[in-house]
């Protein structure tokens, strides 16, 4: 069943696209004997993994059998401490078959300390395009990426405490492959797919496990996405309805570092930092032109957000006019840290050296063979074919916070955590969005201090509504930049920590 956002909302219709599924792509199928033997085998498989744990009527008068793929990882991730236990492969989405597979990759890894009843925290990619592999290779697993494709032991992994479930999404990152989607509303219905399947396999999470999203960059479109679909499939749920056999998720809280939510608070504000921030970026002559081309740039996106359904055309050229304002020649500053400079060809190149070290560790053979890949199956860091649909349809260009309204108001938290030093993403554009957002929050927000951090080492900013960690809650961290988890790795842990925890940040 599609899930559609209701067509009563005229405000909804301006953010999540309406249509059937798209299909961009579809990879070559394998005709071998051994390929439809194995698919036999896995398929029984997961229906004897589910049979052994079903623990309702409800539940098991409606499974399906659904194709997974799945390994415990051994040798490729050193740990710190313990045995560094984890799981990795694919699942099917709804429509996958061998002729016409449609398959999430993940890598599950298992908290160090009462992984059974450790809070998950699932963790994707931006882009729209990039592998969700590279947060936990980048800072957030129990081992990071070194150089020459090794890796080694992460003194910061959000594992001690916590399930982390990475995910390659949409299909068409990283090491999901198949029939492809071009916007982030359908990606967010197949990542609630992945979701039910997921916890089959792991049924024993999914009875009082929280459950936290986390995204940064492009990731501030899917998360309140992913959040949404989740939440309306509880609340049918909750009714007697939603989807056949689905189960409730304990969607609790969501985390957020430099994201973009909102079309027309990035651009506004993207000329501020590149322009009359505190490092010369554009000169005078590239800031009068683009000054310029601003007002078309913000009046187109108003024209799309006024369309009464979802116009891919007037979005995918609100596209073009506001991402020109990025084109301009900023002598070697490195947007996504502007503390650094760097010119290179590569789309790596000035990018921190873990992002090439992490696509090398994915290439090799002996760590394919270790996660359950295919040893033809290429890994893809950043899909320009994922981008390019997405541009297609216009999804670059929406107010996705507008998605966060209802969740604040049904008590789900809200963390946004931000690297300073960000022109790429920067802080003003992303706090422009925020208090923007019509929650019962938002009044104590917009009045709220930004109080120092606890400790003087730390260079960053608090400001928290509601009890414990907060409901709506907003760090500013000075020393990093769009990649602030591996900017301030140690910071960043503890703010994970207090946040889930939902404990003061004292």
């Given at each position: ?5 209701p ?35 896995v ?30 990882v ?27 597979p449609?398959?999430l ?30 947060n ?22 959000w ?11 949409p299909?068409g ?29 792991y049924?024993?999470?999914?009875k009082q ?18 959040a ?22 304990n ?20 000329l501020?930092?590149t ?11 590239t800031?009068?032109?683009?000054y ?43 947007g ?7 010119v ?39 899909s320009?074919?994922v ?24 008590g ?10 960000d022109a ?8 422009s ?44 961290i ?7 988890a ?21």
């Amino acid at each position: 069943m599609m899930l559609a956002a209701p067509k009563s909302k005229q405000k909804e219709a301006s953010i999540l696209p309406h249509q059937a599924p798209f299909i961009a792509s579809q990879t070559p199928p394998s005709s071998t004997r051994t390929s439809r033997l194995l698919l036999g085998c896995v398929l029984t498989l997961a229906f004897l993994c589910w049979n052994r744990s079903r623990t309702s009527n409800a539940w098991s008068a409606t499974l399906q059998p659904f194709y997974a793929h799945v390994k415990t990882v051994e040798d490729i991730c050193p740990v710190v401490d313990g045995p560094g236990i984890s799981h990795s492969g694919h699942i099917g989405l709804k429509g996958d078959s061998e002729d016409s597979p449609k398959r999430l990759f993940f890598w599950y890894f298992e908290a160090e300390q009462d992984a059974a009843n450790a809070p998950i925290i699932m963790t994707i990619g931006g882009g729209p395009g990039t592998s969700g592999m590279m947060n936990p290779m980048m800072a957030q697993g129990p081992c990071l990426s070194a150089e020459n494709g090794t890796t080694k032991p992460n003194p910061n992994r959000w594992t001690e405490h916590y399930n982390l479930l990475a995910l390659d999404h949409p299909v068409g990152v990283g090491f999901s492959y198949g029939r492809m989607v071009n916007n982030s509303r359908d990606a967010a219905i197949d990542t609630y797919d992945f979701l039910q399947k997921f916890f089959r396999l792991y049924p024993h999470l999914s009875k009082q496990n929280k459950f936290v999203l986390s995204g940064g960059s492009y990731g501030g479109t899917y998360v309140p996405h992913i959040a949404t679909v989740i939440h309306e499939q509880n609340l049918a749920l909750a009714a007697g309805a939603g989807q056949p056999g689905a189960r409730h998720i304990n969607l609790e809280s969501l985390m957020l570092s430099n994201p973009l939510s909102d079309a027309t608070s990035h651009f506004t504000w993207f000329l501020q930092t590149t322009c009359h921030g505190p490092v010369e970026m554009y000169n005078a002559s590239t800031c009068s032109h683009m000054y310029e081309r601003l007002p078309a740039c913000l009046d187109s996106i108003r024209i799309a957000e006024q369309s009464p359904e979802w116009n891919p055309e007037l979005r995918k050229k609100s596209h073009e006019l506001c991402w020109y304002l990025r084109s301009g020649d900023m002598h070697g500053v490195v947007g996504e840290d502007y503390r650094k400079k760097c010119v290179s060809d590569d789309p790596l190149g000035c990018l921190p050296p873990d992002f090439g070290w992490a696509s090398a560790f994915f290439h090799r053979s002996d760590v394919k063979t270790a996660l359950g890949v295919d040893a033809h199956r290429n890994f893809i860091h950043l899909s320009e074919q994922v981008f390019n649909e997405f541009y297609s349809y216009g999804d670059t260009m929406q107010s996705a916070y507008l998605l966060y309204e209802p969740l604040l108001r049904s008590g789900i938290r809200l963390l946004h955590y931000v690297g300073s030093k960000d022109a790429n993403c920067n802080y003003h554009g992303i706090m422009s969005f925020l208090k923007l957002i019509k929650s019962p929050f938002q009044e104590e927000f917009l009045r709220a201090p930004d109080v120092p951090w606890p400790t003087a080492a730390e260079e960053a900013t608090v400001r928290v509504v509601g009890e414990g960690a907060g409901n709506m809650t907003w760090i500013l961290i000075d020393g990093g930049g769009h990649f602030i988890a591996h900017d301030q790795p140690k910071l960043v842990k503890s703010i994970v920590e207090h946040w889930v925890e939902n404990v003061p940040f004292d």
